[in-house]
């Protein structure tokens, strides 16, 4: 699958986030950054993510999330073929428990 291009980004809000020292600083920017809807959406594809990393079904995602097989699809989608996000986070996270 061809990735598409993006438009150009700004560093500028990825650099703060690295900034971020706690879990609790992190928290406190993206409320003010995002709306209710939006932390919720992106926590629940990162659920979805960690769930189908740890090798779940989609129907027993779709009862753990609550995420619709669209979102677990897509989520899927990106795992396969993406940018290598998630697997970076999930590599660090492993590295972290050792």
């Known amino acids: 699958m061809k990735k598409t291009q993006r438009k150009p980004r700004s560093e500028n809000m990825y650099k703060a986030i690295l900034s971020l020292k706690t879990v609790d600083e992190c928290m ?4 003010d950054l995002c709306t209710v809807k939006e932390l919720v959406d ?3 594809r990162y659920q979805v993510a960690c769930c189908l990393n740890d090798g779940m079904i989609y129907n027993d995602i779709l009862a753990a999330t609550g995420a619709s ?3 677990i699809s897509r989520v899927n989608r990106s795992l396969q073929y993406g940018s290598g996000g998630y697997s ?3 590599q660090r996270a492993k590295e972290q428990e050792s």
Do not use: I
């Open 88 to 90: 970076l986070v999930f």
């Open 69 to 71: 097989s669209a979102t």
């Open 42 to 44: 992106m926590e629940q």
């Open 28 to 31: 406190r920017f993206f409320d």
